[in-house]
């Protein structure tokens, strides 16, 4: 895609969101439906992924883990928040890797240790990228994709979180 036709595709979006600021709001959604043993589907756009335990806490490795479908879902956003930014600067980037890597201590999660924390302890992104674009033209992608790509940005600036439960009685 070249520049011009990504302005061309976003400009009425971003009129119309100029316009009436209420249209911009939109809920995604993600169901999950429990499975049999330890899993649950989740239906993405092209297939129906079964999640399962992680191998650390018992899983037999067969179900994708959740926590990798975290980073993965960073990877992916942020490559496509890249290639946006590029086509929008016009900054040629033939290809390239996003490396995700996430640190875990599966002792918080299994209750071994009542201290340890229950979740990701750090995350990195790694880029390499087969562009010849300059320094600062680099940083320029690395900084817009930082500020524009959700995930991202919803991990670094976590929003309020809340669990409403229903019983099928209800």
Same mark, same amino acid.
């Given at each position: 895609?070249?520049?011009?036709? #990504?302005?061309?595709?976003? *400009? =009425?979006? /971003?009129?119309? $969101?100029?316009? +009436? =600021? ?9 169901? %999950?439906?429990?499975?049999? %043993? ?17 191998? *650390?806490? %018992?899983? +037999?490795?067969?179900?994708?883990? &959740?926590?990798?479908?975290? #980073? ?6 942020? %490559? ?7 086509? !929008? ?23 071994? +240790? /009542? ?10 992104? /790694?880029?390499? #990228? +087969?562009?010849? *674009? ?10 817009? &994709?930082?500020? $524009?790509?959700?995930? $991202?940005?919803? #991990?670094?600036? &976590? ?8 019983? !099928?009685?209800?």
């Amino acid at each position: 895609m070249q520049a011009d036709e #990504l302005r061309a595709m976003q *400009a =009425p979006l /971003k009129e119309q $969101y100029q316009q +009436d =600021p209420a249209t911009a709001l939109v809920t995604l959604r993600s169901t %999950g439906t429990l499975g049999e %043993g330890l899993t649950c589907g989740v239906q993405t756009g092209q297939a129906l992924v079964e999640a399962g335990l992680h191998p *650390a806490t %018992g899983g +037999d490795g067969l179900s994708a883990c &959740s926590g990798n479908m975290l #980073l993965e879902a960073l990877a992916a956003c942020w %490559g496509v928040t890249l290639r946006a930014v590029a086509t !929008a600067l016009e900054i040629s980037v033939r290809g390239g890797r996003i490396e995700v890597e996430g640190d875990l201590d599966f002792r918080g999660t299994l209750g071994v +240790d /009542k201290e340890t924390p229950v979740g990701f302890r750090a995350i990195r992104l /790694k880029l390499e #990228l +087969d562009t010849d *674009a300059s320094e600062e033209q680099q940083a320029l992608l690395l900084k817009l &994709s930082k500020r $524009y790509c959700v995930v $991202y940005q919803t #991990l670094v600036n &976590s929003p309020p979180l809340e669990v409403i439960a229903n019983s !099928a009685a209800d």
